[in-house]
């Protein structure tokens, strides 16, 4: 057991990322102690878990706000000018409530389903075409984090299952990561998956809806995943939210998690209650090369 002072000094000599600006963390010895046990243990009992909107993808560039899936759709021209108007009016009013911290979760839950089922049902009524999709993404702003090269291309050669989970729509994620080559064979995703009709129109939403907050009982839904991953008790979540804390309660026998949490926003107000709840907390950081250079460590890539 080290200092906090020499538990620091180990680390940037070990993982020199963590000598970055962005980097915060509570308690660096416990970040310690979990990174050496997950190590020894061996990057074949490591699975990763990663939240998808403003996690694997930036929150901002050039000072310009990032769009999330659902904004990949909202600002298409897939999208009349009514409806985008609707949006805006929803994303305006819900949003807030979603990162407002002074708000308990409790609270947050039935506004949240609110959100989200108005937000599917516009959707709906504009009669959205499948065969559309990858046009829309390809031409949007969507941007994955920097150095996710490196994340998807490293987790797919060590053959390290990354579970991306999202309150966004899977088929946009998809989209976005297939069109950035790298929807290796290792991912599986958990997310809103848009149901079409035989005309290939969207005519509603496949499954129980995952919003931000609800990601336990998402987890709990899909035990079988994880009884297939029951090896791999070793596991590094990447959220951004809160509700992506709980992301990973479905994997069985958990022995070791690190937690990275991304501060993207309402920086001062949250800083503390992401210090409390994340490991390790990001802060304005557009990249993936902390989670990056722990996965270099814990795969004993130089
Ligand atoms: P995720 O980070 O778990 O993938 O969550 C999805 C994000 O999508 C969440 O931060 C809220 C956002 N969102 C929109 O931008 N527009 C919408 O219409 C809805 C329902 C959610
Ligand atoms: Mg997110």
Known sequence: MLCQVCSVFF????????????????????????????????????????????????????????????????????????????????????????????????????????????????????RIRK??????????????????????????????????????IGDILEEVIRQAGVFHSNVNVFSNYMDFDELGVLHGFKGELIHVYNKREGAMLNTGHFRELRARPNVLLLGDSLGDLSMADGVQDMENILKIGFLNDKVED?????????????????TLDVPNAIIRYLTGTK
């Open 131 to 168: 065969d559309d999709l990858a046009k829309v993404v390809s031409q949007s702003e969507a941007k994955l984090r920097e150095g996710y090269g490196f994340f998807f291309d490293h987790l797919h050669e060590h053959s390290i299952p990354l579970l991306i989970f999202s309150a966004g």
């Open 11 to 126: 680390f940037i000599v070990l993982i020199p990322e963590f000598a970055n600006i962005s980097v915060c963390m509570k308690d660096p010895e416990r970040v310690q102690d979990i990174i050496v046990s997950m190590q020894k243990a061996g990057s074949n009992t490591l699975q990763v878990i990663a939240d998808f909107d403003m996690t694997l993808t930036r929150f901002a560039y050039n000072g310009k706000r990032c769009p999330t899936c659902h904004n990949i759709l909202d600002n298409s021209l897939l999208i009349d000018d009514e409806c985008k108007k609707e949006l805006k009016d929803l994303l305006n009013t819900y949003y807030p409530i979603e990162i407002d911290s002074s708000r308990p979760v409790e609270e947050k839950l039935p506004l949240m389903v609110e959100w989200w089922t108005k937000a599917h049902e516009l959707l709906i009524e504009q």
């Open 270 to 286: 949250r800083r503390q209650f992401y210090l409390d709840s994340f490991d390790i907390v990001l802060v304005k950081d557009e």
